[in-house]
């Protein structure tokens, strides 16, 4: 398993940008596809973003698609989201997550039930 930390949750206004960071430990993190969940108060947990191991795939929730981005650097051992045309509803803590197996490709399907490692979250807050 690795240890994840999140950071770049802030305010800003609709139609801002913010990118978050999430920072593994050990060595093992460029084996893990990685993802990003959040939630809203009140709300169930929601998939925003997962990326492969390798990189080589991503997948996006609908509600983001187009205007988030989910990226990574291995050598850094590192994670990011790129959040741009930010609105409202985009409020909440977002977590950052890492496969419970390695080797596994992203898919569209993957769930919060797939994931083993969890950070400990960063507000995001959107005002309108």
């Known amino acids: 398993q690795v240890q994840l930390v999140e950071s770049g949750g802030g305010l800003v206004q609709a139609g801002g940008s913010l990118r978050l960071s999430c920072a593994a430990s050990?060595?093992?993190?460029?084996?893990?596809?990685m993802g990003w969940f959040r939630q809203a108060p009140g709300k169930e947990r929601e998939f925003v973003a997962t990326i492969s191991w390798s990189g080589g795939n991503t997948y996006y929730g609908d509600s983001v698609k187009d205007r988030f981005t989910i990226s990574r650097d291995n050598a850094k051992n590192t994670v990011y989201l790129q959040m741009n045309s930010l609105k409202p509803e985009d409020t909440g803590v977002y977590y950052c997550a890492a496969d419970s197996v390695i080797y596994r490709s992203a898919t569209m399907t993957m769930t919060g039930n797939d994931f083993g490692s969890w950070g400990q979250g960063t507000q995001v807050t959107v005002s309108s």
């Open positions: 050990g060595r093992t993190f460029r084996l893990y596809t």
